[in-house]
């Protein structure tokens, strides 16, 4: 997250608006495809792989890898027949280009596996020494290569990251990548297998970005630069409490008190950052602030009731029971769709409406969530009559 918000700090200091548009417009679009090539292998693996061993099942990691791979095509195809019969337009004619590559090259993202063994910090230190490589090369060359320069770094990353997982699958579990039929077929049969993992995971992590879809079509520049940004800081949020909360309720127990305490501090936490938002909004975006003010007061509270949320689903429905929270999260993904289909006709089609909508989307998700634990408290198991 906080890669991607120095990147878009460069941009709008150096970028004039049509160049903002392209993109802001070409990071949206990026970031579905992301999700699709992401598929819900994460959740998968999590179910499937166990954490700290020693031998590793070698058909899921071929399911995985090959699932991902065949999907990256997909997605390259796709996006390629949308550039082709000019779905999306861009400033930019060498966009198209720029998009391609990186959708591509996203479906090699290995943190699934990372997570899956318990050993995401095997990934930092490789992952961090790109991403400075990165915003480096950005910063340096940013006026001279301009808006594509991202989207191809991005694709750098992820092909690197994926080297670097073969690399840990051969060095620590024999393990080596064999591209045949069956296991292209294996990696066919892994995506059917894996679709209602995906609509959770569309759930997990689409739950601003599935509002964009509208702006793109819809909405002004300036609305798609600022939507890019409020996305960039929700999503990346999001993946930190994924990855705060999730080893957590994997690992230990932790009581509803707990729970509680730890919500209340960091209700105290974001209520300090609320007041503190004109500040900051005016010290990082001064061409902006005037625009960003309100809404980044109104996305803090957002991500107090986001972490709330994501807490009280681990509590009442995650931990061993994973099927059962995909379940949940599908269903509560259909309420949000539905009312993305409300807003886009009944509302104006702005960044700040999307965000109060989210606001209430969450404390729904909360309710929801604690009707049911309480409705299932009260239910009593009928006493079985002895036999005499």
């Avoid at 964009?212 to 930190?240: C, E, H, K, M, W």
């Avoid at 003010?293 to 107090?304: C, G, N, R, T, W």
């Avoid at 929270?325 to 089609?349: D, G, H, K, S």
């Amino acid at each position: 997250m906080v890669g991607n918000l120095i990147i878009l700090y460069f941009c709008l200091d150096n970028f004039e608006l049509n160049l903002l548009e392209d993109f802001s417009k070409g990071f949206l679009i990026f970031q579905y495809f992301f999700l699709i090539n992401e598929w819900g292998f994460n959740l998968y693996a999590l179910e499937n792989i166990k954490p700290n061993i020693k031998k590793i099942n070698i058909q899921v990691i071929n399911e995985i890898i090959f699932s991902k791979i065949l999907i990256g095509m997909a997605c390259f195809l796709l996006i390629s027949l949308l550039l082709f019969f000019d779905i999306f337009s861009f400033n930019n004619s060498y966009m198209p280009f720029f998009l391609t590559f990186i959708i591509f090259s996203s479906a090699l993202n290995p943190l699934w596996f990372f997570q899956a063994i318990g050993k995401i910090e095997l990934l930092n230190s490789p992952y961090l020494f790109l991403r400075l490589a990165q915003i480096i090369i950005f910063y340096m060359f940013i006026n001279i290569l301009g808006v594509g320069l991202f989207f191809i770094l991005q694709g750098i990353i992820f092909i690197s990251l994926f080297l670097f997982n073969l690399h840990t699958l051969k060095h620590q579990y024999g393990y080596t990548m064999k591209i045949n039929l069956s296991n292209c077929l294996l990696g066919l049969s892994g995506i059917n297998k894996m679709k209602f993992y995906f609509l959770s995971n569309v759930h997990n992590h689409l739950n601003l970005t599935l509002w964009g879809i509208v702006l793109l079509v819809t909405s002004s520049p300036i609305q798609i630069i600022i939507f890019n940004l409020v996305d960039t800081i929700y999503r990346g949020i999001n993946a930190i409490y994924q990855s705060i909360i999730e080893p957590i309720f994997r690992e230990f127990e932790l009581s509803l008190k707990n729970s509680i305490y730890a919500t209340t501090f960091l209700a105290i936490f974001f209520i300090l950052i609320y007041y503190s938002m004109p500040f900051l909004t005016n010290l990082f975006f001064p061409k902006y602030s005037n625009d960003l003010i309100d809404i980044f007061k109104l996305l803090s509270i957002v991500l107090a009731t986001l972490f709330i949320s994501k807490v009280f689903t681990y509590l009442y429905l995650g931990k061993n029971n994973i099927k059962l929270m995909n379940r949940f999260n599908i269903q509560f993904l259909f309420i949000e769709i539905i009312l993305v289909f409300a807003w886009f006709l009944f509302m104006q089609n702005n960044v700040k409406e999307i965000i109060i909508l989210l606001f209430f989307l969450n404390l729904g998700k909360i309710f929801l969530l604690t009707l049911g634990k309480l409705f299932t408290k009260n239910i009593k198991t009928p006493k079985t009559p002895k036999i005499s």
